[in-house]
């Protein structure tokens, strides 16, 4: 595991039929690596690919998450072949945009481009929806996605998210959703 101590985590496990959803893990770094790398996958998020070290930052990132917030992201694996395929989950970013979102539980899942169009996004969504409605019920779960990303607001529209507001976000268009 790259020279780190074993520890325990934090982090749920949750599983579905076709996915594990756990803790990263730093031998996830070159798989995250190179999903957060992919111009497909980033052209909606942030558009431009991470470098290795951005991505190291992320995963340390989803660890804090969890120590500090009690909620943070997981690992989307796939059951049958134990890959590592995604990133889904919770964060409060204390994004500076209007509206605010301080306070509200903030969504946000990635999956890699060989397993788009699978249902693995609303399979995923699904569950970390169910473990947040059970432990977190308190706070209000929204998402932000740009408005030419179709399949996302698919997966949000399915899971039950609506439209809330229209904004920008780092000067581009941006699509506020809640639940």
């Known amino acids: ?3 780190a101590l074993e520890r325990p985590s934090l982090v749920p496990v949750l599983e579905t039929e076709r996915l594990r959803l756990r803790a990263h893990r730093p031998d996830d770094h070159a798989a995250c690596a190179a999903l957060w790398s992919d111009a497909e996958v980033t052209r909606y998020i ?9 991505v190291w930052r ?8 969890w120590s500090l917030l009690g909620y943070g992201y997981w690992a989307v694996e796939d059951k049958a072949s134990g890959r590592y395929i995604g990133d889904i989950g919770f964060a409060d970013f204390r994004r500076e945009m209007q509206p605010s979102l301080l306070g509200m539980l903030e969504f946000g899942w990635v999956l890699a481009p060989a397993v788009h169009g699978k249902g693995y996004a609303s399979e995923a969504v699904a569950a970390v929806m169910a473990w947040a ?7 209000q779960p929204v998402c932000i996605i740009d408005p030419a990303n179709l399949p996302s607001i698919r997966v949000a529209e399915k899971a039950g998210f609506t439209r809330w507001q229209e904004t920008t976000y780092h000067g581009a268009p941006t699509l506020v959703f809640r639940r």
């Open 58 to 65: 992320r995963l340390l990132q989803y660890a804090g998450l």
């Open 1 to 3: 595991m790259d020279g």
């Open 46 to 54: 942030g558009g431009r690919p991470f470098s290795t070290e951005e």
């Open 133 to 139: 409605v059970q432990h977190r019920p308190e706070l």
